[in-house]
């Protein structure tokens, strides 16, 4: 344990200065910069942190302990961060983490004796195409192996760039072509064609030809968007109390699709912001990103810096009088919860991003109670590329009943794991195929929508991705996951990640979550380690889900035993008495 320090509190004194003013919105922002001064968050300096923002310091303490990067104990200026969910834990993560705690000689959740350095088993990194990888600080790295360790830990070792396949790649068609950090690149290719066509139209022009586009929310919740946007317009309020909000915290295992357009277009997310902004009657725009993007928040930085300077951000937009909109970059701090719309508007207005009972709904009170539309990357990417192409050529493209293209995160036992922009229509059997088929002999599972989706056997390979069949076939698509195991695979220690996962990650609000989530962990676990289910494992398991189900406040607790619960009547072998094996780590 690093020994407290006497704070110097002087270093503090010109960011408090920079924040006085402000309300509560800016303590997630605050608590951030403060911990990269100190590395941790002293009780004085969380004292002149609610002095500033007149935040009483119960509830910063509160705010605090919710989210697992900020600190209340002494800890390094550099963490080292090593997933430990199911893709990196096919990919040989155990591995890794034992030669980096043989390296540094600490186990998960210490620090160094000299205080230079802590190290963290984490959830999901959002790099599942690199698995196995890890975080040193701010710096990503992939594909390790324990032979690549001092490399990580010397921060030697190259930083890895997303890996995107498809077909027609219509959304992310520069990704991997452009310079990111250069507004000159974006617009070379084609960049702010679509915002320059949109001012062209009048709002109701715009989310008539959204309407007719028939994109629906690529985050899972499928919502079709011209709506959203159409009943956001329609609420009651000035544009400098409308909010458009990009919603980045993508946390779930297995989902990493976002972070190829951060990374690699992030003027892309701009320029739908801004359209969005133009068509709802809205100046605030909002991106929330998850913390364990470090990359990302660099690049969408440097973006936001360059469109303002450009004029793309700002008063008087493209010289449209009256049109006015700004971007703000706000940094989450390590809850999966916050990808919950309600919890994530809670979030940036500086508290636990406990989620909101709905209705209201937030196209009339949103954040800070003021109509707001909030929509996930992919969807926004969507939105400027049915601008450029016209609908009548994005409906050429999927289905009659699912038109367009979706981005799918295609990780696991796989030779070719990345993010795939295909047309909807193509059959879990074809993506992985061109993902390069598996890597085993044959597949046993496919996990489908993500931690929350559900696991499908090989007789359903031939399933088209489609919205229409997803909803036939009783399976999410969610966030666009495929993840493939295969006959080397112990479904039982994937389970025991998912359930862990919940169990880590339920905010706590309401009882069904907080206890299910724990039950249910504690159930797999026992399975795994110690001698296999008992007689009613299977029906307790059952029970719990439908419990979460029916009665947990939001997404996470309502999905919390899809896959597990699917597996379950795929597989009923798996819990049935005499099975585990014991090889959790």
Same mark, same amino acid.
């Given at each position: 344990?690093?020994?407290?320090? $006497?704070?110097?509190?002087?270093?503090?004194?010109?960011?408090?200065?920079?924040?006085?003013?402000?309300?509560?919105?800016?303590?997630?922002?605050?608590?951030? !910069?403060?911990?990269?001064?100190?590395?941790?968050?002293?009780?004085?300096?969380?004292?002149?942190?609610?002095?500033?923002?007149?935040?009483? #310091?119960? !509830?910063?303490?509160?705010?605090?302990?919710?989210?697992?990067?900020?600190?209340?104990?002494?800890?390094?200026?550099?963490?080292?961060?090593?997933? *430990?969910?199911?893709?990196?834990? %096919?990919?040989?993560?155990?591995?890794?983490?034992?030669?980096?705690?043989?390296?540094?000689?600490?186990?998960? @959740?210490?620090?160094?004796?000299?205080?230079?350095?802590?190290?963290?088993?984490?959830?999901?990194?959002?790099?599942?195409?690199?698995?196995?990888?890890?975080?040193?600080? !701010?710096?990503?790295?992939?594909?390790?192996?324990?032979?690549?360790?001092?490399? *990580?830990?010397?921060?030697?070792?190259?930083?890895?760039?997303?890996?995107?396949?498809?077909?027609?790649?219509?959304?992310?068609?520069?990704? =991997?072509?452009?310079?990111?950090?250069?507004? &000159?690149? /974006?617009?070379?290719?084609?960049?702010?064609?679509?915002?320059?066509?949109?001012?062209? %139209?009048?709002?109701?022009?715009?989310?008539?030809?959204?309407?007719?586009?028939?994109?629906?929310?690529?985050? =899972?919740?499928?919502?079709?968007?011209?709506?959203?946007?159409?009943?956001?317009?329609?609420?009651?309020?000035?544009?400098?109390?409308?909010?458009?909000?990009?919603?980045?915290?993508?946390?779930?295992?297995?989902?990493?699709? !976002?972070?190829?357009?951060?990374?690699?277009?992030?003027?892309?997310?701009?320029?739908?912001?801004?359209?969005?902004?133009?068509?709802?009657?809205?100046?605030?725009?909002?991106?929330?990103?998850?913390?364990?993007?470090?990359?990302?928040?660099?690049?969408?930085?440097?973006? $936001?810096?360059?469109?303002?300077?450009?004029?793309?951000?700002?008063?008087?937009?493209?010289?449209?009088?009256?049109?006015?909109?700004?971007?703000?970059?706000?940094? @989450?701090?390590?809850?999966?919860?916050?990808?919950?719309?309600?919890?994530?508007?809670?979030?940036?207005?500086?508290?636990?991003?406990?989620?909101?009972?709905?209705?209201? /709904?937030?196209?009339?009170?949103?954040?800070?109670?003021?109509?707001?539309?909030?929509?996930? $990357?992919?969807?926004?990417?969507a939105t400027v590329a049915v601008l450029n192409m016209g609908t009548e050529q994005w409906h050429k493209l999927g289905t009659p009943g699912s038109p367009?293209?979706?981005?799918?995160?295609?990780?696991?036992?796989?030779?070719?794991?990345?993010?795939?922009?295909?047309? *909807?229509?193509?059959?879990?059997?074809?993506?992985?195929?061109?993902?390069?088929?598996?890597?085993?002999?044959?597949?046993?599972?496919?996990?489908?929508?993500?931690?929350?989706?559900?696991?499908?056997?090989?007789?359903?390979?031939? &399933?088209?991705?489609?919205?229409?069949?997803?909803?036939?076939?009783? /399976?999410?698509?969610?966030?666009?996951?495929?993840?493939?195991?295969?006959?080397?695979?112990?479904?039982?220690?994937? %389970?025991?990640?998912?359930?862990? /996962?919940?169990?880590?990650?339920?905010?706590?609000?309401?009882?069904?979550?907080?206890?299910?989530?724990?039950?249910? #962990?504690?159930?797999?676990?026992? $399975?795994?380690?110690?001698?296999?289910?008992?007689?009613?494992?299977?029906?307790?398991?059952?029970?719990?889900?439908?419990?979460? &189900?029916?009665?947990?406040?939001?997404?996470?607790?309502?999905?919390?035993?899809?896959?597990?619960?699917?597996?379950?009547?795929?597989?009923?072998?798996?819990?049935?008495?005499? @099975?585990?094996?014991?090889?959790?780590?």
């Amino acid at each position: 344990m690093v020994q407290p320090a $006497i704070i110097d509190m002087s270093a503090l004194e010109p960011l408090l200065a920079h924040y006085r003013g402000r309300g509560r919105e800016a303590l997630l922002p605050l608590l951030h !910069d403060a911990q990269a001064i100190y590395g941790w968050l002293p009780r004085e300096v969380l004292e002149a942190i609610g002095a500033t923002l007149r935040v009483p #310091l119960a !509830d910063i303490h509160g705010v605090v302990e919710f989210y697992s990067m900020f600190y209340n104990k002494p800890t390094a200026r550099r963490v080292i961060r090593v997933c *430990f969910d199911p893709a990196c834990h %096919m990919a040989g993560s155990p591995a890794v983490r034992l030669a980096i705690e043989e390296r540094l000689g600490l186990r998960p @959740g210490e620090t160094s004796a000299d205080g230079s350095i802590s190290y963290e088993t984490v959830p999901c990194l959002g790099m599942c195409e690199h698995a196995p990888n890890a975080l040193n600080g !701010d710096r990503p790295a992939g594909n390790l192996t324990p032979d690549d360790v001092d490399a *990580f830990l010397a921060g030697a070792f190259p930083e890895p760039e997303p890996k995107i396949y498809g077909g027609p790649l219509v959304k992310l068609a520069r990704a =991997g072509k452009i310079d990111p950090t250069s507004l &000159t690149d /974006f617009e070379k290719y084609g960049g702010y064609k679509a915002l320059r066509k949109a001012l062209t %139209m009048t709002p109701e022009e715009i989310i008539a030809t959204m309407k007719g586009s028939d994109v629906l929310g690529r985050g =899972g919740a499928m919502f079709p968007v011209g709506l959203k946007w159409e009943m956001a317009r329609n609420a009651p309020g000035h544009p400098a109390e409308k909010h458009i909000i990009a919603n980045a915290d993508e946390s779930e295992p297995g989902t990493f699709k !976002d972070r190829a357009l951060m990374e690699q277009d992030p003027f892309n997310l701009l320029e739908a912001m801004t359209i969005s902004g133009y068509a709802v009657g809205a100046e605030n725009g909002w991106i929330f990103l998850r913390g364990e993007y470090p990359r990302c928040y660099k690049r969408l930085h440097n973006a $936001i810096e360059r469109a303002r300077e450009a004029g793309y951000l700002g008063r008087d937009i493209l010289g449209r009088r009256g049109f006015n909109f700004d971007i703000e970059l706000r940094l @989450g701090a390590g809850a999966y919860i916050c990808g919950e719309e309600t919890a994530l508007f809670e979030a940036i207005e500086g508290k636990r991003g406990f989620p909101r009972i709905k209705p209201p /709904f937030p196209t009339t009170h949103g954040l800070f109670q003021q109509p707001t539309v909030i929509n996930n $990357i992919e969807t926004l990417a969507a939105t400027v590329a049915v601008l450029n192409m016209g609908t009548e050529q994005w409906h050429k493209l999927g289905t009659p009943g699912s038109p367009g293209t979706k981005w799918f995160c295609v990780s696991g036992r796989v030779l070719r794991p990345g993010v795939y922009e295909v047309p *909807f229509g193509l059959t879990v059997r074809q993506l992985i195929q061109m993902a390069g088929g598996v890597i085993g002999k044959e597949v046993q599972a496919v996990l489908l929508g993500g931690a929350a989706g559900v696991f499908i056997g090989p007789r359903r390979l031939d &399933t088209p991705l489609t919205y229409e069949d997803a909803k036939a076939q009783n /399976f999410p698509l969610g966030s666009g996951v495929i993840m493939v195991f295969d006959e080397a695979v112990d479904l039982r220690e994937i %389970m025991y990640m998912l359930a862990r /996962f919940f169990a880590h990650e339920s905010c706590g609000k309401c009882y069904p979550c907080a206890l299910g989530t724990q039950r249910q #962990l504690e159930i797999i676990e026992r $399975i795994l380690r110690y001698g296999g289910p008992r007689a009613d494992d299977k029906r307790t398991l059952q029970d719990i889900g439908l419990a979460m &189900t029916q009665t947990s406040l939001c997404g996470l607790g309502q999905t919390a035993a899809s896959a597990i619960l699917s597996a379950a009547e795929r597989w009923p072998e798996l819990f049935e008495p005499g @099975g585990g094996n014991g090889r959790i780590r």
